[in-house]
Structures are given as structure tokens and as C-alpha cells.
């Protein structure tokens, strides 16, 4: 027993007696009686909680045979359960009893009888209605009280029993804090005990292990996601450190929103985002950002680059970086990638909507000679992963392979550079003579469009002979795809191609590529464009030729569909 908390059996005898005496209350004289004895009784079963709240049921029987009787009458007195303290009182008293984990028959039966007073103090009998309804007071705001002063009564121990970090006996031991998980599972989606679940979720810890139990951190991820619960940012965050099937969950939920709802703009894209919490979340703890960024390497990996894929992990990476330059102090990069070189990580960091477009070749040819020099490096093993982390971290920040095709688009002479950072994003696991023969088709290629783009009387023929005029568009399908960025280059930033735009659209997929991945090429470079401080006329131009080939592209998918449905 708690020191200071001792209690004869005199003292319990003393109480039954009186809750005998009171039965119903039905007189005036009784009435009169329990509220002069009302300042007493709350302070005897603050001495009972106190004594009982790190005991089992077993050893509390042992100790107070006389509590289930005294317990049992009190709960069923209207007046005694109608005063504030003593209906907090009297709640604690019956969760310190419940066993989350019942051993043997005495601790099931009395988690059975719990259950029933718990329910008479949180529901409304006959008795307590006829009580209530003379008092003209409403039943559902009187329930809602009472479950109320439940949860207050709970909140408070759980604040006032914070694990202290500087003692070697918590004050909470962890099989109570999950025992309160436990019992707190049938109102987890209640408004009224939102509280109690913020004070769960949030309640320190010394262990390694998880005290909260697996059911109740699972019913609180499902109430989020089904907007049945409401909780603090940091409540949503410690379910997340606490649990990872929640963060998955919360996570493919994320995912699977942006891929089967079609958005208007990027923009809206990373509203989504944001509102989901996990950009800010990453950047508060930088291993949920490991954990988050593995589910994206997977999700990259299986879809085999899937350009929507790739499009939310751009949207996501720039929401994160919003969210960690807000953060004060800042952590050391080094946390959040601990796979790429730092310095690298540096330079694509940065935003080219956060430069004058004059600094965007030099600062280009740093991240060039930074990775190039990574991944050329001779000291270092060229192995499959270490490929794969630097161009998954070029991938996070593609806006600078957007600007790069734009910088060689508009380019006077061709760089040997920009070609080769491009090659390396579309096809990172090339071997050096196929990578050179590609390199050198690609070269032609561009030569060719970018004859073209000071030709006065350009046609749509010229630009389809100039796109075959290596072997490009019969190797893989990642160079394909380089192909068509060459080409929405063209269209979007020289004169010529804004006008053909319109009848270009037929050669995408010539090119060989799905218009999907045009789609999503063109959303980006949208919205790089509207986030830049720059020429507002050559950028009308720019927008009004994306949305001309997004119209293009709408109307050519649709009338795909129309020709398979005749075919069927």
C-alpha cells in the first residue's frame, strides 16, 4: 500500500454502513444526510485510489474485502454520483480495479461488474432519469457530463503522473498505461474523450517498449482517417513515433487520395499534402522522414518509376523542405540522408524559384560535378545501390532536371553536362560504352531540334524526322521517355515549337512513351513556372502553350477510349 494512504477496516465499515443507511434516498432526512456527508466521502475515496492504484484486484480484495459492497451502493446512490468529485472519485476508483489483462476468474468477474456500474455512471437508469428530469436537466447533456468528468478524472492522473525521467521508479508503471488504452477502446471515437486519448498518446515514456496497447493505437489511426477523431498535431505525431502500421496506414492513405482523385493543379496536390501532417512531421523527426522515404523507395521501385509516383514524391519532398526551414533550431541533414553526400544534398536543396533564372547554369553545374564526381568516383565501389540512392535523391528534387532541359533548350551551344545529368535521371544503371552511344544519339538528336528552333518556316514534319534521326526511340523505354522531354522542351521555350504545339501532340507517342508521363511533365513545369519571379510575358507564353497541349492530350485520350469501346 501507498505510504500515507492506510485505512482501517473500521474506517470501510463505517462508509458501507452509511451507503446502507442512504440506500435510495428516498427520504428527505437521508437526502439531507449524503450531502453533509459528501465532503468526507471524497476524501475517503481519494485515500482508497490512492491506495489501490498500484494493485491488482486480487490483492485489493485481500485487502478491502468490503470495497465491491461499498463501491456497488455508492455508484447506485443518484445524489452521491450527481456531485462532481465524488462521481470522479468514484470512476477512479473502478479503473483502478479493471484488469486490461484479467489472469484468472476473480479479476474477469469483477472487470464484468465494473463494466455494469461504469456503465450506470456513464448512462442514464431510471433512477438517475427520474433524478435528472427534476432537476430539468437533459439526458443526453447529463450523460455527456458525466463522461466528462470520467475523462477529467483520468487526464488529470495521467498529468500528474508523467514518468519522471530523473527517478529510477516511474510513477506510472507501463502495464497501467496500457491498461487505461485498454479500458478507453469503446469511446475512443467519442468527442468527449479526445482528451484522454491526447494524454495516452502523449505521455512520456523511459522503456522501449510500447506500454499503449496495439488495439487502442490502431482504433485512434482509423478514427483519424475516417474523420471520427480529432486530435492535436502532437498527439498525431506520437501515434506515429508509436506506432509504424499507423504511419503506413496514414501514409498509403495519403497515396492512394493523390493517385485516384484527380487534381486541378500541383498546388492543390500540396494542400493534400500538407494537410496530412506527415511533410511536418518528417521534418520534426527525422525517422519518421527514413521511414516515409523507404515507403517511397519501394513505392518508386515497384511501380518501375512510375511518373505519377514521382511527381508526389517531388510535391512531398518540397512541402518537407517548407516545413524543416521552418523549424527552429534546424537538424543536420545528415539525419534525414544518411545514404548521399551532404554536399550534394546542399545544392539540391535549394529551390530554383528561389534564384534569379541567370544563376540556374552555374548553380546546375554544381549539382553536375558534385554527383558526377560521386558516381564516377574510382575509390568508391559503383554498385547498384549506391546508383540508385544519388539518382532517388535527384529524383526527390526534379525540379532541377525540369530547368535543365529548359537551360538546354535554350542554350546557343549544346553542354556535354547537361546532357549527361539528363542521362544519368532516365537511365542511372547504364554501362559506360552503351551510356557513350546513347550519349552521342542524343547529341543528335538535339542538334537537329535545335536547328530547328531558328527555322522561320518550321513544319510538323521536320520536327518528327529530327526526333528519329538517332536510334533513341528504339532502345529502352526510360530513353524514350527522354525523348519526349526533349520535346516539350522544344514546344514550351522556342518560338518555332510554340507554333506547332497544337499538332505535336501525335508525336508523343510516336516517341514511343505513354501520354501519361507527358501529363505530369507538364503540370510540373507549370507550376515550377508560376512559383518563379521572372519575365511575365515569356511566361504567359510558356502557360498558355501548357495548357494547350493539356487539352490536346485530354481530348486525344479520349478519343483512345472511344475508338477501344467500338472495338469491344
Not at 445524489?79 to 484488469?99: D, G, I, K, P, R
Not at 432537476?135 to 463522461?147: A, C, I, M, T
Not at 535554350?410 to 551510356?435: C, G
Request: proline fraction near 4%.
Amino acid at each position: 500500500m501507498a505510504e500515507g494512504t492506510f485505512i482501517s477496516a473500521s474506517t470501510f465499515e463505517y462508509w458501507l454502513n452509511k451507503a446502507v443507511e442512504w440506500g435510495n434516498t428516498t427520504t428527505l432526512e437521508s437526502q439531507q444526510d449524503v450531502c453533509l456527508h459528501l465532503p468526507e466521502l471524497q476524501a475517503f475515496l481519494k485515500q482508497v485510489s490512492g491506495a489501490i492504484q498500484h494493485m491488482n484486484v486480487t490483492s485489493v480484495l485481500k485487502l478491502f474485502p468490503l470495497i465491491g459492497q461499498l463501491l456497488g451502493r455508492l455508484c447506485w446512490n443518484p445524489f452521491v454520483v450527481a456531485h462532481e468529485e465524488s462521481h470522479q472519485n468514484l470512476l477512479h476508483c473502478l479503473w483502478c480495479l479493471y484488469s486490461a489483462e484479467p489472469e484468472n476468474a476473480v479479476e474477469l468477474k469483477a472487470n464484468e461488474w465494473i463494466w455494469t456500474l461504469l456503465q450506470s455512471l456513464t448512462g442514464v437508469d431510471h433512477e438517475v432519469r427520474s433524478f435528472v428530469q427534476s432537476l430539468h436537466y437533459p439526458d443526453e447533456e447529463y450523460h455527456s457530463k458525466l463522461l466528462k468528468n470520467m475523462v477529467s478524472s483520468l487526464v488529470k492522473e495521467l498529468q500528474g503522473c508523467q514518468c519522471d525521467r530523473s527517478s529510477l521508479f516511474p510513477r506510472l508503471p507501463p502495464d497501467r498505461l496500457r491498461g487505461y488504452s485498454v479500458r478507453c477502446l469503446p469511446i475512443v471515437t467519442l468527442p468527449e474523450a479526445f482528451p484522454l486519448v491526447e494524454a495516452l498518446l502523449t505521455c512520456h515514456e523511459d522503456g522501449l517498449d510500447e506500454s499503449l496497447s496495439a488495439e487502442f493505437l490502431e482504433s485512434v489511426s482509423n478514427g483519424l482517417l475516417q474523420k471520427k477523431i480529432f486530435l492535436s498535431e502532437a498527439a498525431v505525431m506520437s501515434l506515429w513515433l508509436r506506432s509504424l502500421p499507423s504511419l503506413e496506414q496514414g501514409f498509403f492513405h495519403l497515396t492512394e487520395t493523390l493517385i485516384s482523385q484527380p487534381c486541378a493543379s500541383l498546388l492543390e496536390v500540396e494542400a493534400i499534402i500538407t494537410d496530412s501532417l506527415l511533410p511536418k512531421a518528417a521534418a520534426c523527426h527525422p525517422s519518421l522522414f527514413r521511414v516515409i522515404d523507404d515507403f517511397f523507395r519501394t513505392m518508386l521501385l515497384e511501380s518501375d518509376g512510375h511518373p505519377k509516383i514521382i511527381i508526389i514524391i517531388q510535391a512531398f519532398t518540397r512541402c518537407f523542405v517548407q516545413a524543416l526551414l521552418q523549424m527552429q533550431p534546424q537538424m543536420p541533414l545528415k539525419i534525414y540522408f544518411p545514404c548521399n553526400h551532404q554536399s550534394l544534398v546542399m545544392v539540391l536543396l535549394v529551390n530554383p524559384s528561389e534564384m534569379p533564372s541567370a544563376a540556374w547554369s552555374q548553380h546546375l553545374m554544381s549539382i553536375i560535378q558534385i554527383l558526377k564526381g560521386i558516381v564516377e568516383d574510382k575509390e568508391v565501389t559503383r554498385t547498384s545501390v549506391n546508383l540508385f540512392e544519388n539518382w532517388f535523391l535527384l529524383v526527390h528534387f526534379g525540379d532541377w532536371v525540369n530547368v535543365a532541359f529548359q537551360q538546354l533548350m535554350m542554350a546557343d551551344n549544346i553542354s556535354e553536362m547537361l546532357l549527361w545529368l539528363l542521362m544519368f535521371y532516365y537511365e542511372p544503371h547504364m554501362e559506360n560504352q552503351k551510356e557513350n552511344h546513347s550519349q552521342e544519339n542524343m547529341k543528335s538528336v538535339y542538334n537537329q531540334i535545335k536547328t530547328l528552333s531558328n527555322t522561320s518556316t518550321l513544319n510538323l514534319e521536320d520536327l518528327r524526322t529530327a526526333l528519329f534521326t538517332g536510334n533513341l526511340c528504339t532502345e529502352q523505354n526510360h530513353l524514350k521517355e527522354l525523348i519526349n522531354h526533349l520535346l516539350v522542351s522544344f514546344l514550351l521555350f522556342s518560338a518555332g515549337g510554340h507554333k506547332i504545339a497544337k499538332e505535336s501532340v501525335q508525336l508523343f507517342t510516336l516517341a514511343g512513351a505513354a501520354t501519361g508521363g507527358i501529363s505530369e511533365l507538364l503540370a510540373s513545369t507549370a507550376h515550377r513556372l508560376k512559383n518563379k519571379r521572372c519575365g511575365a510575358s515569356k511566361n504567359d507564353t510558356v502557360q498558355s502553350t501548357i495548357e494547350l497541349l493539356q487539352q490536346q492530350l485530354l481530348e486525344t485520350q479520349s478519343e483512345r477510349v472511344q475508338s477501344n469501346d467500338i472495338l469491344h
